[in-house]
């Protein structure tokens, strides 16, 4: 990644020269692609299902021109955080909240799990289903497989997005997702859907494109795998001493509510933390420039669905706002 804080045509020198320093795929995409069926095969998909997904296919090449713009700009958490935190967003989780209650309520029973993060992660990660993607999945995870930059990463996601065909989850013209290959309303990868997907309607199909009951007993059932607990929350804001050390700061460090309250932290509004002894580290936002967090074990759940501080924080955010509805 690199980090731009520079003029628009330093911006374009970068984006050429990292371009550049990519390794280009030495094959044909059809000769790739001929290799690729072989292995395919050889783990058991079946022809039908090679015959169906490939059929016309070709590289496409919005897509190599998205993994090739993938520069991280700088953003601070508080921009981001208003992007995300928007009331509409919030609005709409607090009627879905209450619309799907009953469903919620028995997902969060069977997974353990808190049907306000539920529908939180939702809301994140497809705006509660109006954003699922317009990219046929298989024709961009085979680009990305081809064109180098990734290539094993994505060879073995295309192998996952094979798997779910031959399954008869979905058919190739409906498998659509973003230009990574990220699918549905919870936004999982094929791999992930393999691994966490679950077919909650009854109906002999996992599908977390259009079946609201899927798509939210998929994302409890993630967490849930993750290590969810449902006996606690996810973290809080809080207000630590300026002085306080920066060996202190970071996930690697856990101390008991406790510990922290000795060492001078507080609540945002000042109060006293918890008494109770459960671990928590300090994440403190932009190298303390921004606001800070004790956070729990499941904020490192929320971390394994996405290796974001800012995104852990600000579903648990919303999680909270939705409960205070």
């Not at 021109?65 to 700088?74: K, L, Y």
């Not at 309520?105 to 939702?122: M, N, S, T, Y």
Request: with cysteine; hydrophobic share 45%; net charge positive.
């Amino acid at each position: 990644m690199i980090r731009i804080a520079i003029g628009r045509c330093s911006i374009v020198v970068l984006l050429m020269l990292a371009a550049l320093a990519r390794p280009a795929s030495a094959t044909t995409f059809e000769a790739w692609l001929q290799d690729f069926r072989r292995e395919a095969a050889a783990a058991g998909i079946t022809e039908a299902t090679l015959e169906r997904a490939f059929r016309d296919i070709a590289p496409i090449e919005r897509v190599i021109e998205s993994d090739r713009r993938q520069v991280e700009t700088r953003m601070d958490f508080e921009t981001y955080r208003r992007r995300v935190l928007s009331e509409d967003r919030v609005s709409q989780g607090r009627r879905l909240l209450e619309k799907h209650r009953d469903l919620l309520e028995g997902i969060g029973r069977d997974f353990g799990v808190q049907p306000r993060f539920i529908v939180a992660l939702w809301g994140i990660e497809s705006t509660f289903g109006a954003y699922k993607g317009t990219y046929p999945v298989v024709p961009a995870l085979a680009t990305l497989a081809w064109e180098g930059r990734r290539a094993s990463f994505f060879r073995g996601e295309l192998l996952s997005a094979l798997r779910i065909l031959d399954a008869g989850d979905i058919a190739v013209e409906d498998m659509k997702g973003s230009w990574a290959g990220a699918m549905g309303q919870s936004q999982f990868m094929p791999s992930s859907f393999v691994r966490f997907a679950v077919d909650y309607d009854g109906d002999g199909r996992r599908n977390i494109w259009s079946s609201t009951p899927d798509v939210l007993a998929s994302i409890a059932n993630y967490l849930a795998k993750a290590g969810w607990t449902d006996r606690y929350t996810w973290g809080r804001e809080v207000l630590p001493p300026a002085a306080l050390g920066a060996d202190l700061v970071g996930l690697e460090v856990r101390k008991p509510l406790p510990a922290w309250q000795e060492l001078g932290v507080r609540r945002k509004n000042g109060a006293a933390l918890p008494a109770v002894p459960i671990d928590a580290s300090l994440v403190w936002m932009d190298d303390r420039a921004g606001p800070a967090f004790l956070v729990y074990k499941n904020f490192r759940v929320l971390m394994a669905w996405n290796r974001s501080t800012y995104f852990a924080a600000t579903v648990g955010e919303l999680a909270d706002r939705l409960a205070r509805a």
